[in-house]
């Protein structure tokens, strides 16, 4: 791929959204494009941080074993997210393992290199620690008790306005409900228990959204990009992503 396209494609992932093209450019030097296959292992628990992984293409599961090497899925990654970020700032090996569910096209920046060009650029070394602490941050904020922090989705600083029939209210931006499901959960906090305590209940309503979705183009009532883009998000919230965003109460 060409070394625009890589530019192009990573001033899109929030690890960089504060960088100029030129810092850009400089991080993809010392990047390297990879394609893996289905089931390759990109860390295991206890291995040492060594990489930023970004992917262009592809799935990838996170993920840990219990005592017993039973395998427990933590989160789903996608196109446009990032793995390992955490290689900068940590000397502790991974507390997770990492594998891909297909075949992946991964952008891989070496840890080593990527601190030797932080300690020679002062600049970029602050908008890249201030951006991972943000994420940290965030994620944080938005783990539940039945979540860990690393599973959790990232939310931008910026919201959106949305309105009803009872007015106008900001969103945050990260958000992927609506006004109607902020006002549910501000007055309707009736257990206190959000839907997205039960990721089985979530799966289902994926499963049944998108048997409907794929009955109604096939009827010829949907049109195929709206479909497809339904079917799509299916696919990603039963891989277990997006799950906290289901925040009504569950009664």
Not at 103 to 123: A, H, M, Q, W, Y
């Amino acid at each position: 791929m060409k070394a625009s396209e890589i530019v192009n494609f990573i001033k899109e992932i929030e690890l960089f959204s504060t960088f100029s093209t030129e810092e850009i450019e400089s991080i993809v030097n010392i990047t390297n494009e990879k394609t893996v296959e289905v089931g390759t292992v990109l860390f295991n628990e206890n291995d040492k941080r060594e990489n930023i992984y970004i992917i262009y293409d592809g799935e990838v599961e996170l993920y840990k074993k219990n005592k017993l090497g039973k395998r427990k899925k933590i989160t789903y990654f996608a196109k446009g997210d990032f793995l390992g970020e955490g290689a900068i700032i940590k000397n502790s090996p991974h507390s997770t393992a990492a594998e891909t569910l297909s075949p992946c096209t991964l952008f891989i920046i070496p840890n080593s290199e990527f601190k030797i060009l932080l300690d020679g650029n002062g600049v970029l070394a602050v908008k890249f620690f201030s951006q991972v602490a943000q994420i940290i941050s965030r994620r944080m904020n938005n783990a539940n008790s039945r979540t860990m922090s690393i599973a959790s989705q990232y939310i931008s600083g910026k919201v959106r306005e949305e309105h009803d029939l009872l007015g106008y209210r900001d969103i945050p931006d990260g958000f992927y409900y609506g006004i109607q499901t902020l006002r549910a959960t501000e007055n309707f906090n009736i257990s206190g228990v959000p839907l997205n305590f039960y990721p089985s209940i979530i799966i289902s309503f994926a499963m049944v959204k998108k048997a409907a979705a794929k009955a109604n183009f096939e009827l010829g009532i949907l049109d195929k990009t709206i479909a497809n883009a339904i079917m799509e998000a299916c696919d990603l919230i039963i891989n277990g992503r997006y799950h906290r965003h289901f925040v009504v109460d569950m009664i």
